[in-house]
């Protein structure tokens, strides 16, 4: 059974920072791209931020690019995304996914096919 689990999200104050960490089980994603999705109340699902399998190619939602770091260790089957200067709009359920084409990088939540339970941020003013 595959599983990705969220872990190292909280409450946090407007200009901090999180480190979000998804861990995988039940199959390897070394050669699969992986992504973090957010969704605020009320709102749809947008991508954050994704990598490629090696590492070596990521993409950022332009509300976060400067702000957020995406990365991944194969050895430990972990993705993680690091989280600063943090803004109450940030506020949100944070999932991660993994897709189980090899190579595959995208952005469409469709281009994914694990996906874990979601871990809440909620930035204050």
């Known amino acids: 059974q595959v599983q990705l689990v969220e872990s190292g999200g909280g409450l946090v104050q407007a200009g901090g920072s999180l480190r979000l960490s998804c861990a995988a089980s039940?199959?390897?994603?070394?050669?699969?791209?992986m992504g973090w999705f957010r969704q605020a109340p009320g709102k749809e699902r947008d991508i954050v931020a994704a990598?490629?399998?090696?590492?070596?190619?990521?993409y950022y939602a332009e509300f976060v690019k400067g702000r957020f770091t995406i990365s991944r260790d194969n050895a430990k089957n972990t993705m993680y995304l690091q989280m600063n200067s943090l803004k109450p709009e940030d506020t949100a359920v944070y999932y991660c996914a993994g897709s189980a084409r090899a190579f595959y990088m995208g952005t469409l939540e469709h281009g994914y096919d694990y996906w874990g339970q979601g871990t809440q941020v909620t930035v204050s003013s």
């Open positions: 990598i490629s399998w090696s590492g070596g190619n990521t």
């Open positions: 039940g199959r390897t994603f070394s050669t699969s791209g």
